[in-house]
T-cell receptor, first 116, second 113 residues
Framework: EAGVTQFPSHSVIEKGQTVTLRCDPI?????LYWYRRVMGKEIKFLLH????????ESGMPNNRFLAERTGGTYSTLKVQPAELEDSGVYFC??????????????FGQGTRLTVV | AQSVSQHNHHVILSEAASLELGCNYS??????LFWYVQYPGQHLQLLLK??????LVKGIKGFEAEFIKSKFSFNLRKPSVQWSDTAEYFC???????????FGGGTRVLVKP
């Protein structure tokens, strides 16, 4: 069974440009999460989808970030326009339908974004 | 808001030494607790988890962790480390009825051969 996959693994863009990150969750997982780790800091929650609906987007830093999950399968996270402080590693994770008690999240390898 | 604190940012030890990584969290309600590991170049993997029951949980690769509710702690241990345990270790907490994880800052462990 394939795990959580993320594309690209690395991205270097200039300040002001747009970048789109993609996440393919484990097949059948309704829950999809985005997290981010800025250099030297802890991994922080960005948002949570249940199927195609945003369940919790309390961690999204500002309106330059747009996440979508059309059809409840893969998800994209777009940063437009990118700023220097957006650099970091963006992780995607998924978990099964059984929300809350007893669930564990499976993580992708992450996308390392560098804004120069 | 809940927070998670990992006591050490970096740990260096020799093979066969014992390892203990501290983790404390701040949340008074029922929680699920996790330790994740990220080996160089790989994705975050679950080492072990605690949901309920026996507070001493055993995970993969000889790791174990003990949940001490009164101390809000979930420390990770391994009696004898190997060079292959070189990695970054993350403690994470989730409200039992919730979904999102709150992570500690991570501990980089370097095991010298």
């Amino acid at each position: 069974e394939a795990g959580v996959t993320q594309f690209p693994s690395h991205s270097v863009i200039e300040k002001g440009q747009t970048v789109t990150l993609r996440c393919d969750p484990i097949s059948g997982h309704d829950n999809l999460y985005w997290y981010r780790r800025v250099m030297g800091k802890e991994i922080k929650f960005l948002l949570h989808f249940v199927k195609e609906s945003k369940q919790d987007e309390s961690g999204m830093p500002n309106n330059r970030f747009l996440a979508e999950r059309t059809g409840g399968t893969y998800s994209t996270l777009k940063v437009q326009p990118a700023e220097l402080e957006d650099s970091g590693v963006y992780f995607c994770a998924s978990s099964s339908r059984l929300t809350g008690w007893g669930t564990e999240a499976f993580f992708g390898q992450g996308t390392r974004l560098t804004v120069v | 808001a809940q927070s998670v604190s990992q006591h050490n940012h970096h740990v260096i030890l020799s093979e066969a030494a014992s390892l203990e990584l501290g983790c404390n969290y701040s949340y008074g309600g029922t929680v699920n607790l996790f330790w994740y590991v990220q080996y160089p170049g790989q994705h975050l993997q679950l080492l072990l988890k605690y949901f309920s029951g026996d507070p001493l949980v055993k995970g993969i690769k000889g790791f174990e962790a003990e949940f001490i509710k009164s101390k809000f702690s979930f420390n990770l241990r391994k009696p004898s480390v190997q060079w292959s345990d070189t990695a970054e270790y993350f403690c994470a907490v989730k409200k039992a009825a919730g979904n999102k994880l709150t992570f500690g800052g991570g501990t980089r462990v370097l095991v010298k051969p």
